[in-house]
């Protein structure tokens, strides 16, 4: 892949076929040689505090916390099938899985910035995954408790037979850029960025029926009254908060009127290439920018420094 972000680069083989024999899943969840990565709350176990890595842990340090554990698979990984199990039932299990090792459980935020590449993508997984089922018990058909399936993949439904999917929301992500003035748009919505008195990419949900180009021509221009031209495709990003795909885009601005949205937008500005470049390195005393873990960071960057 020509760019890879923070959360993707997962090496674990989700096992497909695998995952069609309910017995051969039912003997990997208690198979001793399999891997489980603890989650409570949806924060995820950490190893280690110099160099921190996943968390996993064995059948037998799992078994010692008690409880009803029903471990998801994730796949497998050096012939080892590897599980995420929500542990937030126990709360003594941080202090339990210390006895054993330097165990602590954190913010899958934070936790995806301190991994390795290939770790923070097993995380996107486990905790979208595990969300996922939290949040839909219930048949959205009939109303009646859903039954895991296929080690997590699906979750049916014995009263009507419907089989419900784990979703993943597609969300374009844009830098809109002014050709002529070597300028940016940048905006802040409402609620964390305007907390945070961030200025970032402008971004929205697809609607069904609708590509790529379209949508991006779309929120733009709800959200700033600007209309666009020539999207490009720069890049992808999972973003498990909860289970979003982002699809970054770069394009050109085909008017330059700002006229914002004022329930969704706290602000939304026109940016020089200069200020940006100073607000990537820090130094900017009216912008601050997104943090590298997100890829409307990298989206900014790539144009303030024309690698696109």
């Known amino acids: 892949m020509s760019y890879q972000h923070i959360f993707a680069g997962n090496p674990l083989d989700r096992g497909e076929a695998e995952r069609r024999d309910e017995q051969w899943i039912s ?9 489980f990565l603890p989650m409570h709350d949806l924060n995820v176990l950490i190893s280690g ?3 921190p890595r996943l968390g996993w842990v064995t059948l037998d340090a799992l ?19 590897h599980f995420v199990v929500d542990v937030s039932a126990n709360s003594d299990a941080e202090s339990h899985l210390q006895q ?13 910035t301190m991994l390795p590449g290939e770790e923070a993508g097993i995380i996107a997984q486990a905790r979208a995954q595990l969300d996922w089922h939290k949040r839909h018990w219930f048949c959205s058909v009939c109303g009646h408790e859903s039954e895991k399936g296929r080690g997590g993949q699906v979750r049916k439904c014995p009263q009507c037979n419907a089989s419900h999917f784990p979703r993943t929301d597609p969300v374009v ?20 960025l305007a907390r945070m008195r961030t200025y970032s990419a402008l971004a929205g949900f697809m609607d069904q029926g609708e590509n790529i180009e379209e949508a991006v021509a779309r929120e733009v221009m709800e959200e700033a009254g600007i209309k666009v ?8 990003q999972p973003w498990p908060f909860p289970s979003s795909l982002m699809i970054g885009c770069i394009v050109e601005a085909a008017t330059k009127k700002i006229n914002m949205d004022n329930e969704e937008m706290t602000d939304v500005q026109w940016f020089e290439r200069d200020e940006v470049l100073k607000a990537l390195d820090g130094k900017s005393e009216i912008l601050t920018l997104p943090q590298p873990i997100a890829i409307a960071h990298h989206l900014i960057k790539a144009w303030a420094t024309k690698s696109f």
């Open 229 to 236: 031209k020539n999207v490009r495709y720069h890049s992808s």
């Open 100 to 112: 054993n090792e330097s165990f602590t459980f954190q913010d899958c935020r934070s936790a995806g």
């Open 27 to 35: 003997d990997r969840a208690v198979d001793p040689t399999s891997r």
């Open 173 to 192: 992500i844009m830098l809109v850029a002014d050709v002529e003035n070597d300028r940016c748009l940048l905006g802040q919505s409402r609620g964390r």
């Open 49 to 51: 505090d110099t160099s």
């Open 63 to 81: 078994t010692q916390l008690g409880g009803d554990l029903d471990p998801i698979l994730l796949g497998m990984l050096d012939g080892k099938a």
